[in-house]
Every structure is written in C-alpha cells, then in structure tokens.
Nanobody, 121 residues
Framework: QVQLVESGGGLVQAGGFLRLSCAAS????????MGWYRQAPGKQRELVAT???????DYADSVKGRFTISRDNAKNTVNLQMNSLKADDTAVYYC???????????????WGQGTQVTVSS
C-alpha cells in the first residue's frame, strides 16, 4: 500500500524555523509533483509549495522568500524548510504527491495524515 508519512511539525516562536519532511513508501513506479498544503482552523486547505520531478518549484505568495521546498527523487522524499515563521503560518500541513503506481498510466494523488505547525506570537 502506498502512503505518505510526514514528520517535523511542532510549536515554535514567531521568527523561528521548522523543517517538515515527507516520505512516500510502497510500490511506486514514479512520482510527478510533490507538494505541501496547509489548513488553518475555519479555513480551506491552501497550497503552500510544489516541486516537480525536474525540480521546478512554485510557492504561495504568502511564503515566498521564507519557505523552501526540496525533494530527493531517489528516496521519494520531499522537505519544506520554513524560516521566519509567523503566527499566520499556524495550520495543519499536509504532504501531497501525484504518483504513477504500477505503471506510467496508473495515476493516483495521495495525501499524508497531516502534521501540526503552531507559531506563537
């Protein structure tokens, strides 16, 4: 069974940093886009950052210059380095991956279980 497992959330003061990690496990043919999304209480889930298998990145305007997404294609992992954290960054952060599971045409998008990030002001 293919799954994403996240780690690295926690409580940090404003101005601090955290690093989130996500690892895909199971039988995987390849992974296209990997990304991080977040959902704050009472709000819709929103995109934070994505990265393609070729390394092209995309960021939400609210995190540009503060967050950096990276991935290791050999290990099927994606990381999110979060610097200069603000109270508004408080949310549950979810890892997402667009996978080709058994072959090139067997496509599925899966989510991790989420990890809480709390920034105190």
């Amino acid at each position: 069974q293919v799954q994403l497992v996240e780690s690295g959330g926690g409580l940090v003061q404003a101005g601090g940093f955290l690093r989130l990690s996500c690892a895909a496990s199971g039988r995987i043919f390849s992974i296209d886009v990997m990304g991080w999304y977040r959902q704050a209480p009472g709000k819709q889930r929103e995109l934070v950052a994505t990265i393609t298998s070729g390394g092209r990145t995309d960021y939400a305007d609210s995190v540009k210059g503060r967050f950096t997404i990276s991935r290791d294609n050999a290990k099927n992992t994606v990381n999110l380095q979060m610097n200069s954290l603000k109270a508004d960054d408080t949310a549950v952060y979810y890892c997402n991956a667009d996978l080709r599971i058994r072959n090139y045409y067997d496509i599925k998008s899966i989510w991790g279980q989420g990890t809480q990030v709390t920034v105190s002001s």
